[in-house]
């Protein structure tokens, strides 16, 4: 199977990248999918949270992507392994210029969280305007979609933010809750695919982003658009454990 590889980027800082990137890192390796984290941040938030990861048998390959150490050598930092599936990759807050070209280069989606103030919804929608202009994005046929971070009960703020991804054919994916079961992914290097029944919820609102990673497929330098229908509500609820993201994508 050939290499899927998701960017989660905005350049607001705190929008939730870094917990977005490891939690569907999460759902790759409770389903047994080689997976690798590239973590573009200097404060290597992703690498961190996979180092109290620590020991845990569902390994998640981490390369790091931050501007090289003394005596540390970048491109063997940056490698990954040849047997990944799923690369997601943790962008720093204010990528821009050269570095966003680079970072550019590999993504077949890219996913902007953005948190609920006015303030970070006007930076995401010209960061967003910022990611189009690039040109990489629509060169290389690169997918693109929002998800509402750290929402509490009704978000009418979002309304203009929906406006305007809706006049530019961008999706609003998924709002991802405000919940102290996020915090505990930091702190325990888990995921909330991972964790017990406290965190269903949790689980049930971030599927239709693995959903959305899922759906593309690049096969011997052909692009493949997958038409398989969402989770039936069925295997949503089992979704941590059994169906796996191959019977997402209907692929072996
Ligand atoms: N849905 C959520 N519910 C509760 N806390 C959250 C949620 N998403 C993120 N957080 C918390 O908000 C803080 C910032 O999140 P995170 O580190 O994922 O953002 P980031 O965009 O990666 O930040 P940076 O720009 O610094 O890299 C963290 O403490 C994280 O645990
Ligand atoms: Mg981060």
Not at 9 to 22: F, Q
Not at 114 to 125: E, G, K, N
Request: proline residues 7%; without cysteine; aromatic residues 6%.
């Amino acid at each position: 199977m050939r290499l899927n590889t998701t960017l989660v980027i905005n350049s607001k800082g705190g929008s939730g990248k870094t917990t977005i990137a490891t939690n569907l890192a999460s759902y790759f390796a409770a389903n047994h999918i080689p997976t690798t984290i590239m973590d573009y941040d200097p404060q290597g938030s992703s690498l961190n949270w996979l180092d109290v990861r620590g020991q845990i048998e569902r390994k998640i390959h981490g390369a790091n992507a931050a501007p090289p150490k003394a005596g540390r050598i970048r491109s063997v930092e940056m490698f990954v392994p040849a047997d990944t599936q799923q690369l997601i990759i943790d962008a720093p807050a204010g990528a821009s210029g050269l570095l966003l070209q680079e970072i550019l280069r590999r993504p077949d989606s890219i996913i902007v969280p953005v948190a609920p103030s006015t303030i970070d919804i006007h930076a995401t929608a010209n960061f967003i305007k910022e990611l189009l202009l690039a040109g990489r994005v629509r060169a290389r046929n690169i997918r693109l979609a929002v998800v509402a971070n750290r929402v509490r009960s009704s978000m009418p703020v979002y309304q203009p933010l929906e406006r305007f991804l809706a006049s530019l054919g961008v999706p609003f994916l998924a709002r991802i809750g405000d919940s102290d079961n996020y915090v505990l992914t930091a702190d325990t290097g888990l995921g909330v695919f991972e964790m017990d029944a406290s965190a269903e919820a949790e689980r049930l609102e971030f599927l239709p982003i693995v959903e959305w990673v899922m759906q593309r497929r690049v096969e011997d330098g052909k692009v493949i658009e997958l038409t398989r229908p969402r989770l039936t509500p069925r295997e949503r609820t089992q979704s941590h454990s059994d169906p796996g993201p191959q019977s997402v994508s209907g692929q072996p």
